[in-house]
């Protein structure tokens, strides 16, 4: 874990930061309510968590890297259980009100203490080479529309399709142990526009008359999503002359690509002169967030993510946990996207879409 002294704000949150930024996006409390009462919002996001439980101890068990892996998955499944349900009766214990940092915290800190560095890592490792193998088709598809727009498009379809590829919701955990997904047909079957949050056409006009000089990405899980998702739309921006850095997380959570994937891929995906499909890489950069959790409080990253973050005038936050459940009104400096696919009742509830709605959120910065 990254000392405190390491981790700074992102500098182009708005500032004052202490006024204008807060992380979670879903008030679980208000000001108003009994601090030693559990809320119903409270309650219902503890049972979310609680929820997940079976499917984390499932992949716990299995862990070969770790000795005695399901008596060690069992100590977990009953040590967070318990911890939630001290939560639900006394909201301020373990460091609560609760929130979905707090949450997401607490399950990653049970795992680690027992042991368990990365329980997802047999999964990602598959599904990244499963990505890998369809990287090529996916970009020349791309490629092959002639439509400017059209293209942009297809390639934030492609960003949603990818990021349905999550195993930290329990339903899909499901769906995609029984037959896996097929990202073209995935990519067809989105939910309908306009969707919950769609800013889709307002961000056509502006990418036919602007270019970005530096665009900071938020990366969410591996495989599809970073790989069919991310990459041919990056790959898009370095075509227009963007720099792009792409920000991962420090160490593993749930199936999130960290740092150390990212780099690997990459390395992967480029032929013998450094090029991505026929595109120059030398202005794509690869950063370590300083991040460890499926969401993220961006008054905490890494110095060196700060240091090359400085001078962009894109950021976007990608998936659920980046982009809607933390930062969805988090206000920047720059111009802004938020991209993600809605996967929990929850998150629909709270905005007001369906569940698999996808949120295209789009701030310009005029100035």
């Not at 727009?149 to 919701?169: H, T």
């Not at 740092?259 to 690869?286: A, F, M, Q, R, W």
């Not at 300083?290 to 890494?302: E, F, Q």
Request: net charge negative; glycine share 6%.
């Amino acid at each position: 874990m990254e000392s405190d002294s390491e981790m700074v704000p992102f500098p182009l949150l708005t500032t004052p930061i202490e006024s204008n930024y807060r992380p979670c996006t879903i008030p679980y409390r208000f000001p108003s309510d009994n601090p030693r009462k559990a809320t119903p919002t409270e309650i219902a996001w503890i049972d979310l968590f609680r929820n997940s439980i079976p499917s984390f101890k499932k992949r716990a068990e299995s862990d070969t890297t770790v000795a005695d892996a399901p008596t060690k998955a069992e100590k977990f499944a009953q040590r967070y259980a318990d911890i939630l349900d001290d939560i639900k009766k006394d909201p301020e214990s373990h460091g609560g009100p609760p929130d979905c940092i707090l949450l997401c915290r607490i399950r990653e800190q049970i795992l680690r203490e027992l042991g368990f560095r990365d329980i997802f890592k047999k999964v990602k490792d598959e599904e990244n080479a499963k990505a890998i193998s369809l990287f090529q088709d996916v970009v020349r598809l791309n490629d092959d529309i002639e439509d400017e727009g059209k293209r942009l498009e297809n390639l934030v379809r492609g960003i949603f399709a990818g990021n349905i590829f999550d195993l930290g919701s329990a339903q899909l955990a499901e769906v995609f142990s029984r037959d896996g997904m097929s990202f073209l047909a995935t990519c067809q079957n989105l939910v309908p526009r306009p969707w919950v949050i769609d800013d889709l056409d307002t961000f056509k006009a502006k990418w036919s008359k602007k270019t970005w000089k530096k665009a900071v990405i938020f990366v969410d899980n591996s495989g599809a999503d970073v790989i069919l998702g991310i990459l041919p739309f990056a790959r898009e921006l370095l075509k227009r002359g963007t720099q792009v850095v792409l920000a991962a997380n420090d160490l593993p959570s749930i199936n999130d690509i960290t740092y150390p994937e990212l780099v690997e891929i990459i390395s992967k995906l480029k032929d013998e002169s450094g090029k991505l499909i026929g595109v120059d890489t030398k202005n794509l950069l690869i950063a370590n967030s300083g991040n460890d959790l499926p969401v993220i409080d961006l008054t905490r990253v890494s110095q060196e993510l700060a240091y090359l973050a400085s001078d962009a005038d894109l950021v976007i936050l990608e998936g659920m946990g980046r982009g809607i459940e933390t930062n969805l009104y988090a206000q920047f400096k720059c111009d802004s996207l938020k991209i993600g696919m809605v996967k929990h009742p929850e998150v629909a509830q709270f905005l007001g879409g369906r569940l698999y709605d996808c949120v295209f959120k789009y701030n310009e910065v005029l100035g």
